[in-house]
T-cell receptor, first 112, second 114 residues
């Protein structure tokens, strides 16, 4: 089954404790992206990747890092999480030959 | 910056009725897409309409696009309780370059009452 998976689905952590949210897709998509969703602000892009070892900033990259060492994986790293990073995070992917994006189930992160 | 705006913000209808949601955007686009999100879950692609198309159908969904008014509408006919969800429009801008970023509206929350 074609899918995007994210782990963990829920995470409660404390300020400053490094964390990684994993994202994996099995569709051989070149393009992957991270969004955060906040009430009243909608979905905003954090980082994206056009292919392996090619990443770039989206609209709200501050406080986040990503890597793309393999085509299927695109982890999101918060080196020192802060409460303003409490949000619902989505990973998405699509083929460069198509415009439809496939989304993971989301990771709800709470930073206290 | 977000450029899509959905209208209305919330809609409550009875099962069997039609639901219409509208979306406006600000810049020139390649295409406009509609997605559905069940509460707290991932987004699911519903339908895509390209800038040179005016209307598209998929099952009970009908999408229109008016590029002169920079607006789109999504019609769900014969609604069902299972259609209860938030619906988002997303645009892929002409000037996005290699970034396939979608620019999202804030969504319409649809409640279909049995």
């Amino acid at each position: 089954e074609a899918q995007v998976t994210q782990n963990p689905r829920y995470l409660i952590t404390v300020t400053g404790k490094k964390l990684t949210v994993t994202c994996s897709q099995n569709m051989n998509h070149e393009y992957m992206s991270w969004y955060r969703q906040d009430p009243g602000l909608g979905l905003r892009q954090i980082y994206y990747s056009m292919n392996v070892e090619v990443t770039d900033k989206g609209d709200v990259p501050e406080g986040y890092k990503v890597s793309r060492k393999e085509k299927r994986n695109f982890p999101l790293i918060l080196e020192s999480p802060s409460p303003n990073q409490t949000s619902l995070y989505f990973c998405a992917s699509n083929s460069l030959n198509a415009d439809e994006q496939y989304f993971g189930p989301g990771t709800r992160l709470t930073v206290t | 910056s977000q450029q899509g705006e959905e209208d209305p913000q919330a809609l409550s209808i009875q099962e069997g009725e039609n639901a219409t949601m509208n979306c406006s955007y600000k810049t020139s686009i390649n295409n406009l897409q509609w997605y559905r999100q069940n509460s707290g879950r991932g987004l699911v692609h519903l339908i895509l309409i390209r800038s040179n198309e005016r209307e598209k159908h998929s099952g009970r969904l009908r999408v229109t696009l008016d590029t002169s008014k920079k607006s789109s509408s999504l019609l769900i006919t014969a609604s069902r309780a299972a259609d209860t969800a938030s619906y988002f429009c997303a645009t892929h801008a002409n000037n996005a370059g290699n970034n396939r970023k979608l620019i999202w509206g804030l969504g319409t929350s649809l409640a279909v009452n049995p």
